[in-house]
C-alpha cells in the first residue's frame, strides 16, 4: 500500500509534481490531436494547449505564465508546422490570465477558468492569423473570415471543456501548497 | 302468364345479376386501363421486400471492379504504346497503405498524420493518396509516423490539368472540402466547365500525372486580376481513415 502523501518527502512530493506536470501537458497535447465525438464544434477542437496554459497561469507570476505559454506554444509547433509560431499567442495568453484579477468579479474557481479561456481563445487565434497575414500565403479574406468561424467557437467549446483539465490540476496544486506549508 | 314469370325470376336473381355486371364492368376496366391499380398494388406489396441497400452495394462494388480492370487496361495500353513511341515508361510506384491517426493540431493547418513513417519507406515530398484521388504530400517523417500537408491547406500549391480541355492552373486548397484553381490572366479563353475534372498535371514534378483531385463545383472567370475556379476534392477528406502513400521502388 502506497504511503499517504502527507509522510512523502518533499523532493518526492516536487518529483510526483514533475510527474504530473508533464503527465497533463501529454494528455493536453495527445487530446489536441484528436477528434474526439462531442469536442466538435464547427470543425473545431477546443485549444488544449490554451487551456492549460490558462489552468498554469491563473495563480502564478506574469513571467511563468509568459514562459509556459511560450514552451507549450513551440511544442504545439512541433506537433503542427513551425512557421507560423503557436508561442507568441499562447505566451500572451499566459501572461494576460497571470495579471487578470477575475476572482474579484467570480467566486467559482473553475468559471473563472472557463472565462477567461473564452476570453483567451480568440486572442491567440488572432495573433496566429496576424502572422499568417503577415506571411502572406493566405489570402488575407480568408483568413479573416475563417478567423471569426474559429475564435468564436474555439472561445465556446474550449471554455467548455475547461473544467476538466483545471479542476484536477488545480486541486493537486492546493495540496501540494498545504503539504508543503504544513511542515 | 310469360310476363309474370320473367318478372319472379327478374326478382329472385336481380342482385346476383347486378354483382355480376358490376364485375364484368371492373373486369372491363382492369382490361382498358391495362391493370391499373392492380400493378401498384402488386408494387406496393413487393415493395418493401425489393432492392435493399446492401443489393445496391453489390452492384456499386461490381462497377468498381469493372471500372478498375478497365483503369488496369489501359494503363497497360499506355505503358505498351509509350514504349513503341520509346517514351519513357511511367515511374513505377510501390503503395504503403497507412492508418490517419491524428488530424491536424490547431483549427489553422489542415494536417493528417499517419501510423507509418521512415522505417516503412515512406519519405519526405512523398505522394499521398485515397480512394476517390489526391489527399497531399508528406511533410515530415519520423520512424512511425508522418504528417501529411492536405491538399485543401491555402498553403498547398499543385499544378493541375482539366482533364477535358488539357487546361492547367494551380490549385491552392481552401479549407475542408474545396480548393480553388487559379489560371493565368493573360490566357484569352479559358476552357472549363462546371463538373470537369480537375487530376494532377503532368507538368507538375512534385506529383504523378494524372491522379484524380476534384469536379469544378463553381465558376468565377470575370474575376480580376486571377480567373477562378472552385473544385470539390473528391476524397472525403473529414471522413477517410486508411490512405496509401506512393513511395518509389
Same mark, same amino acid.
Given at each position: ?6 509522510? $512523502? ?46 489552468? $498554469? ?28 509560431? %503557436? ?17 474579484? $468579479? ?33 489570402? #488575407?479574406?480568408?483568413?479573416?473570415? %475563417? ?10 467549446? #474550449? #471554455? ?16 501540494? %501548497?498545504?503539504?508543503? %506549508?504544513?511542515? | ?10 326478382? &329472385? ?13 371492373? @373486369?372491363?376496366?382492369?382490361? *382498358? ?20 441497400? !446492401? ?9 468498381? &471492379? ?57 519519405? +519526405?515530398? @512523398? +505522394? ?11 511533410? !515530415?517523417?519520423?520512424?512511425? *509516423? ?15 490539368? +482539366? ?34 475534372? +480537375?487530376? *494532377?498535371?503532368?507538368? !507538375? ?28 476534392? *473528391? ?15
Amino acid at each position: 500500500m502506497a504511503k499517504p502523501l502527507r509522510l $512523502w518527502s518533499r523532493p518526492a512530493l516536487f518529483q510526483l509534481n514533475v510527474l504530473i506536470l508533464i503527465g497533463s501537458t501529454v494528455l493536453c497535447l495527445l487530446l489536441q490531436l484528436s477528434r474526439l465525438p462531442g469536442m466538435i464544434l464547427l470543425d473545431v477542437t477546443p485549444n488544449w494547449c490554451l487551456i492549460w496554459v490558462v489552468t $498554469w497561469s491563473i495563480k502564478r507570476s506574469p513571467l511563468q505564465g509568459l514562459i509556459a505559454g511560450m514552451a507549450l506554444g513551440l511544442i504545439q509547433d512541433g506537433i503542427t508546422a513551425p512557421s507560423p509560431t %503557436h508561442a507568441l499567442g499562447l505566451a500572451i495568453a499566459g501572461y494576460i490570465t497571470s495579471t487578470l484579477d477575475v476572482r474579484r $468579479w467570480v467566486d467559482e474557481d473553475f468559471i473563472c477558468a472557463a472565462l477567461i479561456v473564452f476570453m483567451m481563445a480568440p486572442v491567440v487565434e488572432a495573433v496566429f492569423a496576424g502572422q499568417l497575414a503577415l506571411q502572406g500565403v493566405w489570402d #488575407s479574406q480568408q483568413i479573416w473570415t %475563417h478567423l471569426q468561424q474559429v475564435s468564436l467557437s474555439s472561445a465556446i467549446i #474550449s #471554455s467548455l471543456w475547461t473544467p476538466l483539465v483545471y479542476v484536477p490540476l488545480n486541486r493537486w496544486w492546493e495540496r501540494l %501548497h498545504d503539504l508543503l %506549508h504544513s511542515r | 302468364m310469360r310476363i309474370n314469370k320473367f318478372w319472379r325470376w327478374w326478382d &329472385q336473381n336481380r342482385s346476383a345479376l347486378l354483382l355480376a355486371l358490376l364485375v364484368l364492368c371492373v @373486369a372491363v376496366f382492369v382490361k *382498358t386501363t391495362q391493370g391499373l391499380g392492380l400493378l401498384d398494388l402488386r408494387r406496393s406489396i413487393a415493395g418493401p421486400f425489393q432492392s435493399d441497400g !446492401s443489393k445496391q452495394q453489390v452492384l456499386i462494388d461490381a462497377q468498381t &471492379q469493372a471500372l478498375q480492370t478497365q483503369v488496369q487496361e489501359l494503363e497497360g495500353q499506355n505503358q505498351a504504346l509509350r514504349a513503341l513511341l520509346n517514351l519513357s515508361p511511367l515511374p513505377g510506384y510501390k503503395k504503403v497503405a497507412a492508418p490517419v491517426v491524428a488530424r491536424s493540431g490547431d483549427s489553422w493547418w489542415q494536417q493528417f498524420i499517419l501510423g507509418k513513417g521512415s522505417l516503412e519507406g515512406i519519405q +519526405v515530398d @512523398a +505522394v499521398v493518396v485515397a480512394p476517390g484521388g489526391l489527399v497531399g504530400r508528406v511533410m !515530415s517523417v519520423s520512424p512511425t *509516423t508522418s504528417r501529411v500537408l492536405l491538399v485543401s491547406d491555402p498553403t498547398s500549391k499543385i499544378g493541375v490539368t +482539366v482533364s477535358r480541355s488539357r487546361q492547367v492552373g494551380i490549385l491552392s486548397g481552401r479549407l475542408n472540402r474545396y480548393g480553388v484553381v487559379e489560371f493565368e490572366n493573360f490566357e484569352k479563353t479559358i476552357d472549363i466547365k462546371l463538373n470537369d475534372a +480537375v487530376v *494532377t498535371s503532368t507538368l !507538375s514534378s512534385r506529383f504523378p500525372p494524372g491522379i484524380a483531385i476534384g469536379r469544378v463545383s463553381e465558376l468565377h472567370l470575370d474575376r480580376r486580376p486571377i480567373p477562378q475556379a472552385v473544385v470539390e476534392f *473528391t476524397v472525403p477528406i473529414e471522413t477517410v481513415e486508411w490512405v496509401n502513400v506512393l513511395t518509389h521502388g
